[in-house]
């Protein structure tokens, strides 16, 4: 991982005055810098950005770049830049008014006392929970009697908060935990093994855990799981075609653990790979892309060795596939000739297509998940991308749908197929998160514990259409209070995804509903690209297809201006990672409609994405700047490339973070160095010590929220 070197003592000095929260914990601060200084800083506008003549000629097409000195983040003027384009942003952000009232407005909707599904092995549960005031939640352990205790605590293994614990997974005794640790919110990590009953680590420590998520055997002695090269040598980019899948056994040196497939060689595929039959038997799946899925089975064993001995199961289709076992029957759930979704049971001894039987056939709701729990089958619909819970016989006929009051998210769930009951973590835009226990013998839902989130109960959650360019209808979701008047000049945040088949649901968000609890707007449309309608939904958002995407967001946007909701000029959109493409593309299209722009972690040159980060992998979903016409589709859209002198651009707040090494951060420092030379009012903030998903600390999450609802209200006109 590359690592920058920390500002100098002086430049800290400023940034504390200028309202950074977190600095490197291993620097030195002198005196702080006064409000004069940081003024100063403001008055002396955004520094200066060198420009070079660099052109290349791609496919016939001549492509400048004058900002690619700047993505080389290891050089010390790009540091010195990146230094001081977060200083410039921060002393700007720090002016804004209302900052410590909606500060604790905002505390008081994220810093809350909150509990994570839980897990059940054994007679044991586990589970996160936060406290307010806690930096980090920690994992508890809860005993057959009820007894809680911490398990796993990362302030205690890192009292600066930079280090994140991951997708902990008990083993099926729940008598240890295997865990991945992160550092400064990178994908990067380690995996380790504690001791339930003891609380101390085993000596086992697994280098190149990025995507691992352990796989155990019914004894608890081993596990498989997906494993990297622990080599800088390798480049970012081609770091996911070593993938392989390995078997470590306890105790054991992970340089000695042997491979159970692998390495990929591709890109462009993902292995992975989960236990069944309380560990007896392991699924191993192959994702090409976000468009199939390959299934294989095996026995879990610990002295399983080397990539023989895989049984195909779902293999060789042009289409997605997850499975859940009962007595050994295996119920696939995919897309294949079924773009909402189907159900099918596979014999695994004899699994020719032939011989397939269908359990629930395609429906205009979109089966987003179908799992076997105490002898039924849980079926989770999205129904206008809203949730939908049916409970079915193993024979596909409907035992009962589960009652759920208004538009809900189903965030997650988490149940063995052995046990009837399954956690739910259940939401809804104007209603605070809860876990829920379903019990599938007769349908009933119970709460195991509320998340105290104080919600304003005059929130209104409206479920719409759109018109699309193309005539397309498109649902979004509109949350406001019920006085709200429909002026025309309502300050309005419209967000959205739009890829990888990614749903966008109603749940939750602390942001959305502190935003309409001030009077605002907050929109989120159901885009071509995401997952909301199926396989042909997703398609209709990717490749040659991905303008769909943004002339959906386009004509939300528009909407909501036609309706009365809002007005340009009050109209800010929002949008990470994929996301903040689809935010820095009709920012560049269509400047007019928008008042401000908050761009999070984004992907912005679409000619060079693919050389730096995860990009490669990205290739399925959006196509290669290597192929002529592929090449074509990036080249219309791509958000760099169309930023031009003399437009007057949206104001625009760029989120980036110095340690993100899934989207190379490179992206947002070339787009605002491209915004500001064409006159547009441009700040680029950047977290220290975050990733992709942000800075692991509850502190700084919440600075970064307060900092882009100040900026957004005060460029709307709508500062408080």
């Known amino acids: 991982m590359r690592r920058r070197s920390p500002p100098t003592t002086a430049l800290l000095a400023l940034l504390t005055a200028c309202g950074q929260p977190s600095v490197p914990p291993s620097a030195t601060l002198g005196p702080a810098a006064d409000a004069d200084q940081c003024e100063a800083i403001r008055r002396a506008g955004p520094p200066a950005t060198r420009r070079d003549s660099i052109v290349d000629t791609l496919h016939g097409v001549e492509v400048s770049d004058p900002y690619r000195w700047l993505e080389d983040v290891e050089h010390p003027e790009v540091q010195a830049w990146m230094d001081e384009q977060d200083t410039y942003a921060r002393a700007e952000l720090r002016a804004l008014p209302d900052r410590d009232t909606l500060r604790e407005r905002l505390r008081a909707k994220i810093d809350v006392a909150s509990v994570g599904l839980p897990m059940r092995r054994g007679d044991r549960l586990f589970f996160a929970r936060h406290a307010p005031g806690a930096a980090q939640p920690v994992w508890m352990v809860r005993e057959a009697d009820g007894r809680e205790r911490v398990l796993l605590d990362p302030m205690q293994l890192d009292p600066h908060g930079r280090v994140t614990i991951r997708r902990p997974q008990p083993s099926p005794d729940g008598r240890r935990v295997a865990y991945a640790l992160s550092r400064d919110g ?91 039959d309380q560990g007896r038997r392991w699924v191993l799946s192959l994702h090409h892309g976000w468009s199939a899925t390959d299934l294989y089975l095996r026995e879990a064993s610990a002295y399983a060795r080397g990539s023989e001995g895989w049984q195909p199961l779902f293999v060789g289709h042009p289409a997605h596939g997850s499975v859940s076992f009962a007595d050994g029957r295996a119920f696939v759930l995919t897309d294949l000739d079924a773009p909402r979704g189907r159900v099918i049971e596979i014999d695994p001894a004899d699994p020719q297509p032939s011989r397939w039987r269908e359990v629930v056939p395609q429906r205009e709701a979109t089966l987003q998940s179908a799992t076997v729990h105490g002898g039924r089958l849980l079926l989770q619909y999205l129904d206008h991308a809203a949730a939908a819970l049916e409970i079915h016989e193993l024979d596909g006929t409907q035992v009962s749908e589960v009652a759920l009051p208004g538009p809900t998210s189903v965030a997650g769930m988490a149940g063995r197929a052995e046990d009837p009951e399954v956690f739910l973590h259940l939401s809804a835009m104007d209603r605070a998160p809860r876990i829920a226990t379903l019990d599938l013998r007769d349908g009933s839902l119970r709460t195991w514990e509320t998340i105290e989130v104080p919600v304003d109960p005059h929130l209104v959650l409206e479920r719409t259409t759109v018109q699309s360019k193309d005539g397309t209808a498109v649902s979004m979701f509109v949350l406001h209070r019920d006085d709200l008047q429909l002026d025309g000049d309502n300050p309005t945040l419209l967000t959205g995804y739009g890829g990888f088949g990614v749903s966008l649901t109603p749940g939750f968000s602390p942001t959305a509903a502190l935003w309409a609890e001030l009077g605002g707007v907050w929109a989120m449309p159901n885009l071509r690209g995401g997952g909301e309608y199926g396989e042909a939904w997703h398609d209709a958002g990717r490749r040659a297809n991905k303008q769909n995407t943004f002339d959906d967001f386009i004509a939300a946007a528009e909407h909501l201006v036609a309706e009365g909701y809002t007005r340009p000029g009050r109209l800010a959109i929002r949008g990470g990672s994929n996301g903040g493409l689809l935010v820095g593309a009709v920012s560049t299209q269509r400047p007019e409609l928008f008042g401000a722009v908050l761009c999070a972690v984004p992907l912005l040159d679409m000619i060079r994405f693919h050389r730096f980060g995860a990009g490669p992998t990205w290739i399925p979903e959006y196509g290669s700047p290597e192929d002529p016409e592929h090449f074509g589709w990036l080249w219309g859209y791509s958000p760099l490339h169309k930023v031009r002198p003399g437009v007057d651009y949206p104001p625009l707040l760029m989120l980036s973070a110095d340690n993100d090494d899934r989207v190379d951060p490179m992206h947002a420092r070339k787009f605002v160095a491209a915004l500001q030379h064409a006159g547009a009012d441009a700040l680029l903030r950047i977290e220290r010590g975050a990733g992709h998903g942000g800075s692991p600390r509850v502190a700084d999450r919440i600075e970064a929220e307060l900092d882009a609802m100040v900026f957004v209200l005060d460029r709307l006109g709508a500062a408080r």
Request: charged share 20%.
């Open 186 to 276: 990178a994908d990067a990590a380690t995996l380790h093994i504690r001791e339930v009953d003891s609380g101390r680590d085993l000596p086992d420590v697994i280098m190149g855990a990025r995507y691992a998520e352990p796989a155990w055997t019914s004894d608890g002695l081993a596990f498989a799981y997906t494993g990297l090269p622990d080599d800088p040598s390798i480049p970012a980019p081609e770091l996911p075609s070593h993938a392989e899948l390995r078997l470590h056994r306890l105790g054991t040196p992970a340089a000695d653990d042997p491979v159970l497939y692998g390495p990929l060689g591709d890109t462009a595929t993902f292995v992975g790979v989960h236990a069944t």
